[in-house]
């Protein structure tokens, strides 16, 4: 047997790659390719986040994509299983990074910065199952703006806040609402309800899924899953059912039981300062105060807030219903103490903005306008009248693109006119300089405006102002 499995194994060798059977041509579950027409919708976005994030002076970052095993372990509660390991690299046990906030507190903790207010935007990875949760992917970008240092209470919270808004508006997703709350509120009301300390971070994430699941349901997992007593669970849900604004801060500061609880109390405080600012800001419509939210991550020490967009129901539906979140984030005062030899920390308040499903939104509404999405830049295609024209196409398109203008031209020798034209209509392109025997002679260049179809003659050494001229109109 031994001898015809040789045999059968070195006839497989000589056959090669003829012997192959065929692979599977997909993605990764959990990734995705993107067309130019998403990328354009992409970058559109990005533009418009990178313009606000440095219209209030922050500057960028990079980390890499993978971080020590240890730097990421221990820092995302129950989330910690969905962490990609790599196999041994030479030593060094790796991990993909699961966010961009846990390498910025290394990053700062690492070159001893204490004081900073930077963005990062780039890919991270979770070992999510996608076949059981939709729209989420293992690998996903996101847009992080943070800002680190010792600054006077909630300032730096309030324009976070306003980041958020006006990210959201600029992009006009539709109607959205920013949910806040702090999590030395929590821990306060955690503590007053009964739950037991070693629980807190528990419960804070059942807590966490009242926005996806109903009270009840919330409440059989804290009791039967994690072993609360049905007397805290209830005292949990008379508080984490409120939500307004101002009205609710004072009435929770006149609480017997959480105005007597010292962390609940400098919460409530601090969300009262919060709240006079976002109004300084002209936003306070926007932001609710809402004693639900709770933001699973371990390593948040005060106000968390969570943006998300709402659907007007019909007429009998008086609750906006809300349609998942679009940005997230909060203030962690230890986690770059954590990384610090000297346990030194930096305090840090930030936002992430959740740009995958920014992205499925915009997409939507992109197909459901039928606006046509240009998915190149080109501003003049250099095309010919007539046969024999090649090196005339080639000196000029060289002499555009010398003068920085975005020009193409058809990999041809002799194109017809009309081809070139068409070419024109379906990829956007606004203007066309032609070149012609009679025009060469003459010195000049005919610019033809596609959509109009009118055309001009252009003296040769006029050209490249012509076009900028009629480029910076459009």
Known sequence: IAKEVAKLLEMKAQLGDEGKSKFVLKTPKGTRDYS??????????????ITCFKRHGAEVIDTPVFELKETLTGKYGEDSKLIYDLKDQGGELLSLR????????????????????????????????????RG?????YQCDFDIAG????????????????????????????????????LDGMFAVCGVPDNKFRTICSSVDKLDKMPWEDVRSEMVGEKGLSPEAADRIGQYVQLH???????????????????LAKEGLGDMKLLFEYVTLFGIAGKICFDLSLARGLDYYTGVIYEAVLVQQENNHMEEPVSVGSVAGGGRYDGLVGMFDPKGRKVPCVGVSIGIERIFSIMEQK????????RTTETEVLVASAQKKLLEERLKLISELWDAGIKAEMLYK????????????????????????EQELKGGVVKLRVVATREEVDVRREHLVEEIKMRTSRS
Do not use: W
Request: with cysteine.
């Open 36 to 49: 130019p027409k998403q990328m354009a919708i992409r970058e559109r976005v990005f533009t418009a986040i």
């Open 98 to 133: 699961y966010d961009l906030t846990v390498p910025f507190a290394r990053y700062l903790a690492m070159n001893k910065i204490t004081n900073i207010k930077r963005y990062h935007i780039a890919k991270v990875y979770r070992r999510d199952n996608p076949a059981m949760t």
């Open 136 to 140: 989420r992917y293992r690998e996903f």
């Open 150 to 185: 010792q600054f006077d209470p909630m300032i730096p919270d309030a324009e976070c806040l306003k980041i958020v808004h006006e990210i959201l508006s600029e992009l006009q997703l539709g109607d959205f609402l920013v949910k806040v709350n702090d999590r030395r509120i």
């Open 244 to 262: 307004g604004g101002l009205d609710l801060i004072d009435q929770l500061l006149q609480d017997p039981k959480l105005s007597q609880n010292k």
């Open 366 to 373: 992109v197909e459901a306008s039928a606006e046509k999405i």
């Open 413 to 436: 020798k002799n194109p017809k006119l009309l081809n070139q034209l068409q070419y024109c209509e379906d990829t956007g392109i606004p203007l066309v300089a032609i070149v012609g």
